[in-house]
C-alpha cells in the first residue's frame, strides 16, 4: 500500500477514535523541531542567511506565544472541534520551538552550540517519547474497550 494512503487511512481512524488532537500534537511537534533545527544548521554553517534583529529574538519567544495562544483558545473555546484541532498543531509548534531551546531556559544564556545545548535535545527526546506513549496508549486503550464483552 503507498505511504500517502497508509497515511490518510491512519488520520481517519485516529479522527474517528478521538485520538486526532493527540496525533496532530504529535506530528506538528516532531515536525516543527525538524524544520528548526535544520534551519539553524544551515544559518549556522552560513548556507542560509539570518535575519539579523537587534536585541536577537530566540525562536522560544515565539514558541512561548503560540503556546499562551493555544493554551487560551483551547480553555475558552473547549467545545469547538474544529478550533480544538487547528490547536493541537498550534500547541504542537509553539512545544517545538520552546523545547528546542530548553538550554537557555537553564543556564540563561545562549549554549545552543555549546556541550550544553545538548540538553535542549533531550528535552525534545523526551517529550517526543511522552507524546507518542500518550498517542499509542489511548489507541490501546480504545482497542482494549472494543474487545470488552458489552455490559448488560
Keep these: 500500500m503507498a505511504l500517502h494512503k497508509v ?5 481517519s481512524h485516529a479522527h474517528k477514535i478521538n485520538q486526532l488532537s493527540h496525533l496532530i500534537v504529535l506530528i506538528s511537534f516532531l515536525l ?5 533545527r535544520t534551519v ?6 552560513n ?7 537587534n536585541p536577537h529574538i530566540h525562536h522560544l519567544v515565539p514558541g512561548i506565544i503560540l503556546l499562551l495562544i493555544a493554551g487560551y483558545a483551547s480553555i475558552s473555546f473547549w467545545d469547538n472541534r474544529k478550533l480544538h484541532l487547528i490547536m493541537s498543531a498550534v500547541f504542537g509548534i509553539g512545544a517545538a520551538l520552546t523545547l528546542d531551546e530548553f538550554a537557555l531556559w537553564l543556564f540563561l544564556k545562549d549554549v545552543y ?5 545538548r540538553l ?4 525534545v527526546i523526551i517529550v517526543l517519547a511522552i507524546l507518542a506513549i500518550t498517542y499509542l496508549a489511548g489507541l490501546v486503550e480504545i482497542s482494549r474497550r472494543k474487545s470488552l464483552p458489552a455490559a448488560d
Excluded at 497515511?7 to 488520520?11: D, G, K, N, P
Design 7 to 11: 497515511v490518510i487511512e491512519h488520520l
Design 40 to 45: 539553524t544548521y544551515l544559518q549556522n554553517a
Design 120 to 123: 535542549s535535545i533531550d528535552a
Design 32 to 36: 516543527t523541531f525538524v524544520i528548526t
Design 113 to 117: 552550540w555549546e556541550e550544553q545545548g
Design 47 to 53: 548556507l542560509f542567511s539570518q535575519n539579523p534583529t
